[in-house]
């Protein structure tokens, strides 16, 4: 098989099934029938001469080897679509499908502040959004499967590129009857290992509410590691212990647990992140990545410029 035999629209079809995980949704989604994508992608599986998904009656599980050729194909697509747009001209600002994702930690609390702008600015935006933990939105960012993605830094993958959008402080989130509750203000030599309460593994704000409070030498106790913040607030009001929460979290108010969750600052230097717009260094919308991270950036004046 030679270069000039491999069609974009091939390429078209392969990182459809590896974004959508399922032949029949793929085929919609490029508005041609299951078997003639399906017939399609095993061809060009038998010219290349290797597998790039597994078939399951439910789902197309991507390959190893299929990862890395996902990987290019969108690449190359990505390169496709600014030979388009310089043939085209410049295309109108932040429209047509844009596949964003976000931290589970942080989704919640800032797309209600910046969907609403975003929709009356640019109506013509087609805007999906998924959230997850970083690693899976890496994963999926460098698949193809997003555009873009909100985390927080730093980042280390030369595939990717980033904008630093805010700093973000984290609070502490305390019983309303914990002594550390009747304080103005805390600071973190105050905590006590036995009594922090953190997510589970894989959640990048465990690590930073690690490293804030002394490292890996606190011994968290693991009968209370909560899968999302939401179940760590809910553990809070219920006085088995406290936390520290990212600032737009503690803005949004919890249903039935006003009186029962204080929030207090952090002694300086307080504890923070910074979040990123990340993409990949191959996607050609750079003018519609600065809208949107200025959008973002407008949407949270409060929070500290990176």
């Not at 029938?33 to 599986?45: D, H, N, R, T, Y």
């Not at 990123?276 to 519609?288: C, I």
Request: aromatic residues 4%.
């Amino acid at each position: 098989m030679n270069v000039s035999s491999l069609g974009l629209r091939d390429l078209e079809y392969v990182v459809a099934v590896a974004r959508h995980g399922h032949f029949g949704r793929a085929a919609e989604a490029c508005h041609v029938s299951q078997p003639a994508l399906s017939g399609q992608i095993k061809k060009l599986e038998g010219q290349l001469g290797v597998r790039l998904f597994e078939r399951t009656k439910r789902r197309a599980l991507v390959t190893p080897v299929g990862q890395r050729f996902v990987a290019q194909a969108q690449a190359l697509l990505d390169r496709a679509q600014v030979l388009l747009e310089v043939a085209q001209g410049r295309p109108e600002l932040l429209s047509g499908p844009f596949w964003l994702g976000a931290i589970n930690t942080l989704g919640p609390y800032l797309f209600p502040r910046v969907l609403g702008k975003l929709r009356r600015k640019y109506p013509r935006l087609e805007l999906h959004l998924r959230e997850g933990l970083t690693r899976d939105l890496l994963h999926d960012l460098k698949a193809g499967r997003l555009d873009a993605a909100l985390l927080a830094t730093p980042l280390e993958d030369e595939t990717l590129t980033s904008t630093a959008l805010f700093r973000e402080p984290l609070l502490l989130a305390a019983p309303a009857e914990h002594a550390l509750a009747r304080k103005r203000s805390v600071a973190l030599g105050d905590l006590r290992a036995g009594e922090l309460l953190a997510l589970e593994d894989g959640h990048c704000l465990r690590d930073q509410v690690l490293e804030a409070c002394h490292g890996e030498e606190w011994r968290l106790d693991p009968r209370f590691q909560a899968s999302s913040l939401e179940t760590l607030r809910h553990l809070v009001a219920s006085g088995v212990g406290y936390t520290l929460v990212p600032a737009l979290a503690a803005r949004v108010p919890a249903a039935g647990m006003a009186r029962l969750v204080r929030y207090r600052q952090l002694h300086r230097p307080t504890p923070e992140r910074t979040v990123a717009l990340a993409w990949r260094r191959s996607l050609p919308r750079t003018e519609d990545l600065a809208a949107l991270a200025d959008a973002i950036r407008r949407a949270v004046p409060a929070m500290v410029p990176p």
